[in-house]
């Protein structure tokens, strides 16, 4: 890991931290940038790679509604990383490639998939005013239920830690990925 921390190599670990490693290689099968810097405090990371396994495998959104939201909060913070790492699974997912580009860009992505639009005017507006309108939310809960808004809302602050934890350890890109966002 480059950035702001040195790399933690497994074998330098204490109990704690690699206790925590341990549940995160389980889950995911790799502990990466993003986790590394959380091993500095292994009960923040145990418990935030908890919350993030669910928002990201186990939530009610679909991983393609959930990918969407991702880069919507990606873009917001402007992440490097998570950009990187999300826009291919986005695209994997079927997140529309033009949806992708637009969002890169901060321009509408013109999402015909209604629950789709739904999700990215969620999660735009929420993060840009820092509040939804009820208009916003009605749809919302109509389109996606009570538990799915909760569940997008989640989704949301959990990435928004991700974003904000790559940002300030200046984690890098992974090797071979282009930096999306301008310095």
Not at 56 to 79: C, F, G, N, Q
Not at 82 to 95: D, L, R
Request: a negative charge; glycine letters at 8%.
């Amino acid at each position: 890991m480059s950035g702001r921390l040195k790399a933690l190599h497994p074998n330098d670990l204490d109990a704690g931290q690699r206790k925590t490693y341990d549940d995160i290689f389980a889950r995911r099968g790799r502990v990466s940038g993003l986790f590394m810097a959380w091993l500095r405090n292994p009960e923040l990371a145990e418990r935030a790679q908890k919350l993030g396994a669910y928002c990201r495998y186990d939530s009610t959104l679909s991983p393609m509604l959930s990918e969407l939201a991702i880069l919507v909060v990606a873009r917001h913070w402007k992440a490097q990383a998570e950009w990187a790492i999300h826009a291919p699974i986005a695209k994997k997912e079927g997140v529309p490639a033009h949806a992708i580009d637009s969002i890169l860009v901060g321009s509408d992505p013109h999402l015909s998939d209604p629950t789709a639009r739904i999700v990215y005017d969620y999660a735009s507006e929420l993060l840009r005013e820092t509040r939804v309108s009820d208009q916003t939310h009605t749809l919302a809960m109509q389109t996606l239920g009570e538990k799915g808004v909760v569940d997008l809302v989640g989704l949301l602050g959990y990435y928004g830690l991700v974003a904000l934890t790559l940002n300030a350890f200046e984690v890098p890109v992974p090797q071979g990925s282009d930096v999306p966002f301008a310095e």
